[in-house]
Structure formats: structure tokens, C-alpha cells
């Protein structure tokens, strides 16, 4: 008698090899697991899972510095301070120079968040808030922005999230609230110094198992630049429903259909 062996097959993942964010329907993130004090180590999509920072000029970011606005030395920053909120509370933005992000006026800083739809099923009504906060008037007249926009499938890297084409949507840019030519730190938990924003995505269907870059970029203004953070990242999306049925009947069945309902 012949025996039959099965042999074991390697085990595919549909999934990518970088770990993302599960994503069906709600998402939401504060910062405020991260460190009050002392410059920390941070590495992208383990830090915080699925969160990418980088600029034009330096890679992947490796620190994270914990400030108030008072520092204008250029890097990745978790702010806050013990003020209205406890110190605890944070916020995720850059402090910016020529030399760590690039050249006045067009190079970038960026803090990109990937989420999978890993709901099963097509995720539309996508919403996206968040809270733009200022903590830093850095001697500058002029407004600056923090803008907005968002990919599908792009490559999760921060590489990735630079080169992204996105879509930009204008009711997610923050403004800086604050100018002046008198250099001042800010704190950004103040009212007079944040925007609470939202928008829907609109005419974006997330398929299951796409994956959604949304993605922050401040720009090094000319001058002397604003020190601009992210706040309350707060992500929801609705199940696209289910087609109805409809049965159509032909021939001789939809006329005995139709006399049995007059009888």
C-alpha cells in the first residue's frame, strides 16, 4: 500500500512585512505616552505604531526631544508643559533649521500615520480630526501652515511618506494662530494658541486591506519658521452598506406569482 505524504507549505501573508495600525472603523492617538523630559530615542512605527517622521535632509528620525517651545535648536519634539494641562499632555511636531530639514522655503518636515483596513469590507465617510497647536512665535509676521493630506497604499517608510502623492485637503491645514516680530514660546495648550480641525475624505473608498497614508507636512518658511505641532488625532469611517437584493422573476413564474398574490 502507497502512503500519501503531505508536506507542509510556507504559510503566505497577504499583509505587509511592516506593521501597521488595524483599522476598522476608529482610530485614535494623544501623544501623551510620550516623555515629558530629556532628549529620547524614537524609531519610526515603534514608538508609536504605524507613526513615520522625517525630513527632506535627515532620515528616518532616531530622537525625540521633549520641549516647551522655549528651544530653537532644529528636531523631532514631543511639547508640552505644565501649565493648563499637566506635563503629561502632548503634542508631536519639529523645531526647523536649513541643515535638518532643507533648504528655506522648500524643504520638509513630515509625520505620516498609516492605517489598514482590516474591517473585512469597503470603509467610506472617512473622517479626520485633529488639534493644530502653536509653541513657538519665532520673531516672524507672517502666518505659516502645517497642511494636510492623504494616500492610498503609498510605501510605509519615511522615505515613503515624503515622496507620496497626496491629496490635500484645505480644511485640515493649520494656521499659525500667533505672529509678531518678537520671538516668544507659546503654549499650545492655550485657546489662543490652537485650532481644532475636521473633515471628511471626501469621494475616498478605503477597500479591505488597503492601507490609508495620512500625512503632515511643515515646511521650512522662509525666515525664521513658527514651531507648529499635532494634537488629538482622532480617525473614524463608516462600513460601506451592503448592496439590496433584488429578485426579478420572469415568465411563466412572475405571472403565478402575480395570481397568487391576487387570490
Not at 535627515?58 to 506635563?87: D, K, Q
Request: glycine fraction near 10%; aromatic fraction near 8%.
Amino acid at each position: 500500500m502507497k502512503k500519501l505524504i503531505l508536506l507542509a507549505a510556507p504559510l503566505c501573508l497577504a499583509s505587509s512585512a511592516y506593521a501597521q495600525v488595524a483599522f476598522a472603523g476608529s482610530y485614535s492617538q494623544n501623544f501623551d505616552s510620550l516623555p515629558s523630559t530629556g532628549t529620547n530615542i524614537w524609531s519610526n512605527n515603534t514608538t508609536l505604531l504605524g507613526w513615520y517622521a522625517g525630513t527632506d535632509v535627515t532620515a528616518g528620525m532616531t530622537s525625540l526631544i521633549a520641549g516647551s517651545g522655549t528651544s530653537t535648536t532644529a528636531g523631532f519634539y514631543t511639547f508640552g508643559l505644565a501649565g493648563t494641562n499637566p506635563v503629561t499632555e502632548r503634542a508631536l511636531g519639529f523645531v526647523t533649521s536649513n541643515a535638518f530639514t532643507g533648504a528655506s522655503g522648500s524643504g520638509r518636515n513630515s509625520i505620516g500615520l498609516f492605517l489598514q483596513n482590516t474591517s473585512g469590507t469597503a470603509l467610506t465617510n472617512i473622517q479626520v480630526s485633529y488639534r493644530g497647536e502653536q509653541w513657538r512665535q519665532n520673531g516672524n509676521t507672517t502666518a505659516q501652515s502645517l497642511t494636510f493630506g492623504y494616500a492610498v497604499n503609498a510605501t510605509q517608510t519615511d522615505a515613503g511618506v515624503l515622496a507620496a502623492s497626496t491629496t490635500a485637503i484645505a480644511g485640515l491645514t493649520f494656521t499659525s494662530p500667533i505672529t509678531g516680530s518678537s520671538a516668544t514660546s507659546l503654549e499650545g495648550n492655550l485657546p489662543a494658541n490652537y485650532s481644532d480641525l475636521s473633515a471628511t475624505l471626501t469621494g475616498l473608498t478605503l477597500n479591505a486591506g488597503e492601507t490609508l497614508l495620512l500625512r503632515w507636512i511643515d515646511v521650512n518658511d522662509s525666515g525664521t519658521d513658527h514651531t507648529l505641532a499635532i494634537d488629538n488625532v482622532v480617525v473614524t469611517g463608516d462600513a460601506v452598506p451592503e448592496p439590496a437584493t433584488i429578485t426579478i422573476l420572469a415568465g411563466a413564474a412572475a405571472l403565478a406569482a402575480l395570481r397568487r398574490r391576487k387570490k
